[in-house]
């Protein structure tokens, strides 16, 4: 499983996801709303209404979850066997065991979401980003335990994935406390489209470089090339993020019908005229005020 596979199929769908959050974070942002939280699933609703409401999100990190899952068992010749019989006994499969738990966190993490969203009678947002700060702490503790063994260029690379998850991990936390700063939305939108990135770059480098040569681990100028491309990463992944951001602010600024039925409610405030009930209302408290300063000067 630590091979293309187990690198470049979890960072296509986190940067999947990202591109979806990225959509979902700018529109936000654009109509300066809070996060999509409603407090509770519609029971009265339409059947349409109340598919619009499911936790699509959940299930997919449950689906994912469980097919990665399934995969990394399947993947040794003879199975995930935790301990060999000889004597004595030694663990097998360390880095296959880790990933294993990475994948059974992911689904954890989606059932509390689908658990959260559709099943409890009320929404608790709280519980959704404490589960997922919870997952990537020991997502983080995985990942250095990970790196035990390597050296040069997978080491560089493994190091530059665990920056990324401590960063993420600080912003998820942050959002406990602050759940509805658009900042922090926008950064963990572009730490999770870095990740994804970068993951399925780490599957190319570590394991099919585009060269058809493999990367020297004791040639300086690889490892700061590992390094060089990770910055473009991080350029083409803020392109990217900024690039959503004006395409769904042209979009909703001149094609969405929503904002124009916005516009449409807001423009009788400012445009209308006064009708003849107004103007006659008008007139009669005229004539009371005239009325009471007469009777003042006799």
Same mark, same amino acid.
């Given at each position: ?31 300066k709303?809070?996060?999509?939280y409603?407090?509770c ?16 999100g959940?299930?997919l ?35 296959e ?29 709280v519980?959704?980003?404490?589960? =997922?700060?919870?997952?990537?702490v020991? +997502?983080? %503790? &995985? !990942?250095? @335990? ?6 040069? *260029? ?29 900042? =922090? ?5 572009? +730490?999770? %489209? &870095? !990740?994804? @990135? ?6 190319? *480098? ?18 700061m ?28 600024h ?44 006799k």
């Amino acid at each position: 499983m630590g091979m293309f596979n187990g690198h470049f199929y979890p960072g296509l769908y986190l940067f999947s996801y990202g591109l979806y959050q990225a959509t979902v974070v700018s529109k936000n942002v654009i109509f300066k709303e809070s996060p999509p939280y409603p407090s509770c699933f519609p029971k009265n609703k339409t059947r349409w209404a109340r598919l619009g409401k499911i936790s699509y999100g959940g299930w997919l990190r449950i689906v994912i979850g469980s097919i990665l899952t399934v995969y990394v068992v399947t993947c040794p010749d003879d199975g995930m066997v935790l301990m060999n019989k000889q004597m004595p006994p030694t663990f097998m499969y360390p880095k296959e065991w880790q990933h294993l738990t990475m994948f059974v966190l992911l689904i954890l993490s989606g059932c509390v979401d689908v658990t959260s969203k559709n099943l409890l009678p009320r929404r608790c947002v709280v519980l959704e980003k404490g589960t =997922l700060v919870l997952s990537f702490v020991e +997502l983080l %503790l &995985l !990942m250095v @335990s990970h790196v035990k063994g390597s050296e040069g *260029i997978e080491l560089q690379v493994h190091a530059l994935v665990i920056m990324v998850v401590f960063l993420l991990l600080l912003v998820l936390m942050a959002e406990l406390w602050a759940p509805d700063m658009s900042y =922090l939305w926008m950064m963990e939108t572009f +730490l999770f %489209l &870095l !990740m994804g @990135s970068w993951l399925m770059q780490a599957g190319f *480098i570590l394991f099919r470089p585009l060269s058809g040569y493999p990367w020297q681990d004791d040639d300086i100028r690889d490892l700061m090339f590992v390094t060089t491309f990770f910055c473009w990463h991080l350029m083409i992944n803020a392109s990217c993020l900024l690039g959503i951001y004006g395409f769904s602010f042209l979009w909703h600024h001149y094609y969405s019908p929503s904002l124009k039925r916005m516009r449409s409610k807001e423009a009788p405030y400012h445009t209308s005229t006064p009708g003849p009930l107004y103007m006659m209302l008008q007139e009669v408290k005229q004539s009371e005020k005239d009325d009471q300063a007469l009777l003042l000067s006799k």
